[in-house]
């Protein structure tokens, strides 16, 4: 039998460095104890923001104590960081109390402090304890502990914020399990035969297009990418639609289930992270299966073409010239440049469901890693409106965006071919994911259209505190933000 923890919070004092503020459910236990948890706050001093203590004995119902802090209380909207900072702060310094009581081993129930924002509390709680292990002897797992919700005044709206980050990060870490899957067990057919398993069960109604009815849509440039493979591509279509009477959103996600760059090969170091360049179409499945479980009044398609991009004799050549569903023509002088294949017809495909909008991610291109490193997603649009609400998602959840060009300045460049309309990867090698954005916009005639490049935000190192490390499900959260705001009217 494992122990009961209770983590606490623990504010700065505005006004003085030295004091400390406890939280509302803090201070309750203060009370059931006598006072002795300040007395062992005051005997250490006041905790630094992300500092975790642990404290033993002080309480017959939870052995074990730990304390962390929050930084100052009310921090309140920063405007540079463009962040919700109490809302940041509860996340990480709940993630790192999280931590450390789970690596103590011992522990198999914590009672988690919502320090008043129950949904930040949840995901910062959730989001840490997700760990990519399925595929390890039992001897190998990390211990599971199970987290409950410290509400000691039974607030039921504090209860609905908790559920409702706790589906969040749910959501979110379902995006990262797809994205870390070995490439060997997360093919396009692996990956639709989840997404019927786990949606259909939600009110989502899930088809599964398979390569005939690719053809019959004349979606060449998306089979092109899949030539070189033997793994069937799938293209996987899902709606859910809980706001009648309304036009859909439709969500498109590259879904590439590996990159090995196809015959423009890519070098080896590193190659196997391009398991996650389905990073786009996981984003759109969370998204998807994140609204649902909230039965969200919303009207939303998916759609994700799946496939491998792989070398072989039947691969597609540097040169080549292939159509797309709009009819044109495009001389594929990169093979590694395939994101954008697939997603040419799949936005084209968009346009029959008449949205008001169509948002597409991707892993894209390797050149917005380089431009915003893992800060934030680039978001191209031809809409500043709906920018404006994405950037106003990304303050909540923490999870941010950043406006990049849409420029004919960088149509000019794919639209240079000797053999073609388009060429796929534009002459100057510079401003490498413009380019790839402007290539997009060829196959977008809606008005609305934004773009997510996801490459830098792929995986994670020390990036976001709360996520640990390996594959991100960036920014998902923030996908559901919108799509909730979106449709509640709230864009203007
Ligand atoms: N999947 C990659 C982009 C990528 C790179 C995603 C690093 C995540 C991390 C994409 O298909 C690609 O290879 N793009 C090329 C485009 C180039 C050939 C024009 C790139 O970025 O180098
Ligand atoms: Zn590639
Ligand atoms: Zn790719």
């Known amino acids: 039998m494992g122990k009961r923890a209770i983590l606490l919070g623990c504010f700065e004092k505005n006004e003085d460095k030295e004091k400390y503020l406890l939280t509302e459910n803090a201070t309750k236990f203060d009370e059931t104890v006598d006072g002795k948890l300040s007395d062992a706050i005051n005997v250490i001093g006041p905790l630094k923001k992300n500092k975790c203590r642990v404290f ?38 709940i993630s790192v109390g999280t931590r450390t009581l789970r690596d103590l081993g011992s ?62 990060a749910k959501g979110q870490n379902i995006t990262r399990r797809l994205m870390e899957t070995p490439a060997n067990l997360m093919t396009p057919t692996r990956f639709g035969n989840i997404a019927v398993e786990e949606l259909s069960k939600l009110g989502v109604k899930v088809h599964i297009r398979d390569r005939a009815w ?8 998306f089979l092109s990418v899949a030539n070189g493979s ?50 786009g179409a996981a984003n759109v499945f969370g998204t998807i299966y994140t609204l649902a479980s909230l039965k969200a009044s919303v009207n939303i398609i998916g759609l994700t ?3 491998e991009n792989m070398p072989s004799g039947k691969a597609t050549k540097p040169g080549d010239v292939v159509f797309a569903m709009n009819g044109k023509s495009i001389q594929i002088d990169n093979t590694d440049a395939e994101g954008r ?29 380089v431009a915003l490193g893992a800060a934030m997603v680039g978001v191209f649009s031809t809409s500043t409106k709906h920018y ?5 998602c990304g303050v909540q959840t923490g999870d941010r965006v950043w406006r990049m060009p849409i420029l004919s300045h960088f149509t000019k460049q794919i639209t240079d071919s000797a053999t073609a309309d388009l060429n796929n990867i534009g002459g100057a090698g510079q401003g490498g994911a413009c380019v790839a954005a402007a290539f997009l916009k060829e196959f977008v005639t809606n008005p609305n259209w934004m773009h997510l490049d996801i490459a830098g935000v792929m995986d994670n190192k020390d990036d976001v505190s709360y996520l640990g490390k390996g594959m991100s499900g960036r920014p998902m959260r ?15």
Not at 111 to 121: E, P
Not at 343 to 350: E, F, G, K, S
Not at 478 to 492: D, G
């Open 305 to 307: 073409p799946l496939t």
């Open 230 to 279: 033997d793994q069937p591509p799938i293209f996987l279509e899902m709606h859910y639609n809980n706001a009648p009477n309304t036009k859909p959103i439709v969500f498109v996600g590259k879904g590439i289930t590996f990159d090995s760059g196809g015959i423009s090969l890519k070098p080896s170091l590193n190659m196997d992270k391009m398991r996650a360049d389905m990073g």
């Open 341 to 369: 294949l697939v997603l040419a017809d799949a936005l084209c495909y968009a346009h029959n469901f008449e949205p008001q909008l169509i948002l597409d991610i991707a892993t894209l291109t390797g050149a917005m890693k």
């Open 388 to 392: 404006n609400l994405l950037q106003k």
């Open 56 to 93: 033993y004995g002080l309480s017959p119902t939870h052995p074990v104590v730990a304390v962390v802090g929050l930084g100052p209380n009310n921090a309140g909207y920063n405007d540079s960081e463009e962040i919700d900072e109490d809302r940041e702060n509860i996340r990480s310094a």
């Open 107 to 168: 522990i198999d129930q914590i009672d988690v402090d919502d320090c008043g924002d129950g949904v930040a509390a949840a995901e910062g709680s959730h989001l840490i304890l997700y760990n990519y292990d399925e595929l390890k002897g039992e001897s190998l797992k990390k211990s599971n502990v199970n987290l409950n919700h410290l509400n000691v005044s039974k607030d039921p709206e504090a209860e609905l914020k908790w559920n409702y980050g706790l589906t969040l």
């Open 214 to 221: 690719a053809e019959s849509q004349k979606m060449g440039s």
């Open 478 to 492: 923030t996908l559901v933000y919108f799509a909730k705001a979106f449709f509640n009217n709230e864009l203007n």
